[in-house]
């Protein structure tokens, strides 16, 4: 039989499946969306697929195409540890949200946003602020899934005047002028918010810390109309993120 060629492919660890004995089924974020892999001998001492034991984990992975569905990992190089997220409630809390926003969101085999999510998990493990950079990963799967927010005018007539509202389902801000009766006016914390988790990523917006009781807000709604918009359950671990940072 004639074997099939390595690829090599850089991606995020979202899931971990026992299979068989010493190993598992291993579903990956790459740029061609998600993949799930065969990962023989996971949990043996030694194993040269070692650092996908960790949801989080950000590796570089030799791998090969069994069939259509079936993908094996041969060997896993670690671009991101974060074993030591696992010590602080609230970084294992935001590991384990990413993760299950991610599943919910990627199913059906869209590009995964992985330099991006990469990026911020990089300055996160810098001591950026959970918080922040979980608006960030909202607004980045946002972008990635086409639904990106005007944050430069108001999205219904232009103006770039007296913005004190925004519309998800119309896609930004909305003037004075454009409020509508079913929208309520936001304060300046939400309005700076808003634009914040829509800006360009860069090393100093991450840098910044949102105000927490408006950022918990919006991190809410802005998931909740996620998960709504393409009719997916529940999100579970965002309360369980949410209470880690109260």
Do not use: W
């Not at 023989?40 to 001492?45: A, D, N, P, S, T």
């Amino acid at each position: 039989m004639i074997k099939k060629p390595v690829n090599t492919l850089t991606g995020i660890v979202l899931n971990i499946s026992p299979y068989e004995d010493d190993s598992a089924i291993v579903v990956l974020g790459t740029e061609n969306g998600l993949m799930s892999f065969v990962s023989k001998h996971l949990y043996k001492l030694n194993s040269s697929i070692k650092p996908l034991s960790n949801i989080g984990t950000v590796v570089n992975i030799d791998y090969r195409q069994i069939n259509d569905n079936i993908n094996s990992i041969n060997y896993a190089k670690s671009l991101l540890e974060v074993t030591s997220f696992y010590s602080s409630l609230s970084l294992s809390s935001f590991l384990f949200f990413l993760a299950q926003l991610s599943l919910l969101l990627f199913s059906e085999g869209d590009y995964y946003p992985i330099n991006q999510i990469y990026f911020l998990l990089k300055l996160l493990k810098k001591n950026a602020d959970p918080l922040t950079i979980s608006l960030l990963v909202v607004g980045t799967f946002y972008k990635s899934l086409g639904l990106n927010q005007d944050i430069s005018k108001c999205v219904k007539c232009h103006s770039t005047h007296n913005i004190v509202s925004f519309d998800l389902k119309n896609g930004g801000f909305i003037c004075k002028n454009c409020l509508a009766e079913n929208l309520i006016r936001r304060d300046n914390d939400e309005l700076y918010i808003f634009k914040f988790v829509f800006s360009q990523l860069n090393e100093e917006v991450v840098k910044r810390k949102v105000p927490k009781h408006a950022g918990i807000k919006l991190l809410k709604e802005l998931t909740q109309y996620l998960l709504e918009y393409y009719d997916l359950k529940k999100c579970e671990s965002l309360e369980l993120f949410i209470n880690s940072l109260i």
